[in-house]
T-cell receptor, first 115, second 112 residues
Framework: NAGVMQNPRHLVRRRGQEARLRCSPM?????VYWYRQLPEEGLKFMVY????????ESGMPKERFSAEFPKEGPSILRIQQVVRGDSAAYFC?????????????FGDGTRLSIL | QKEVEQDPGPLSVPEGAIVSLNCTYSNSAFQYFMWYRQYSRKGPELLMY????GNKEDGRFTAQVDKSSKYISLFIRDSQPSDSATYLC????????????FGQGTELSVKP
């Protein structure tokens, strides 16, 4: 399967711990997007990255959340000092270039549970 | 007011029925429109991707865009139990590459 790969699929953390979510885009895709889906809510945009650059982080909480997409390796969404409200499904999507003509393809998400 | 409004349902129909799913939006700057299908515990899967007003057909699915009314629809003909899923509309501004704005999603159940 050459689709968007996310791991882990499920992640359990205690309050105050750090969570690291990984996303490997589809082959040939250089644009990565992160979305969060809270229970009973739709998907909310968090951040848009290209290799080594953050293009749009308007949906990211100002504190505790960070994202990177290094030259080599997967994109990482990092949540420090997790709280109960961070429990959600986090989805990664990728596209080969900026959205206008190329739709985004999604992975199956990481379900984060905070104890 | 949300930028994109979508009735969350749930919507239940008998097998073989025609299903109509709808979204309205408030900002005329939205230019590209998508429909995604999401099965439980899975990621959204792209179904339809349209730009201009009018209809686009793909198999049993038809996407309709009416930019003058700020209204988009997805029609499913001859619905099957395997179509049971949550359907999400999404849209994007022309000059704001990357940021998809989603509706809340409509939960559809097709009964055999």
């Amino acid at each position: 399967n050459a689709g968007v790969m996310q791991n882990p699929r499920h992640l359990v953390r205690r309050r105050g711990q750090e969570a690291r979510l990984r996303c490997s885009p589809m082959k040939g895709h250089s644009h990565v997007y992160w979305y969060r889906q809270l229970p009973e809510e739709g998907l909310k945009f968090m951040v848009y990255l290209q290799k080594e650059n953050i293009i749009d982080e308007s949906g990211m909480p100002k504190e505790r959340f960070s994202a990177e997409f290094p030259k080599e390796g997967p994109s990482i969404l990092r949540i420090q000092q997790v709280v109960r409200g961070d429990s959600a499904a986090y989805f990664c999507a990728s596209s080969p270039q900026a959205q206008r003509n190329q739709p985004q393809h999604f992975g199956d998400g990481t379900r984060l549970s905070i104890l | 007011q949300k930028e994109v409004e979508q009735d969350p349902g749930p919507l239940s129909v008998p097998e073989g029925a025609i299903v109509s799913l709808n979204c309205t939006y408030s900002n005329s700057a939205f230019q590209y429109f998508m429909w995604y299908r999401q099965y439980s515990r899975k990621g959204p899967e792209l179904l339809m991707y349209t730009y201009s007003s009018g209809n686009k057909e793909d198999g049993r699915f038809t996407a309709q865009v009416d930019k003058s009314s700020k209204y988009i629809s997805l029609f499913i003909r001859d619905s099957q139990p395997s179509d049971s899923a949550t359907y999400l509309c999404a849209m994007i501004f022309y000059n704001q590459g990357g940021k998809l704005i989603f509706g809340q999603g409509t939960e559809l159940s097709v009964k055999p």
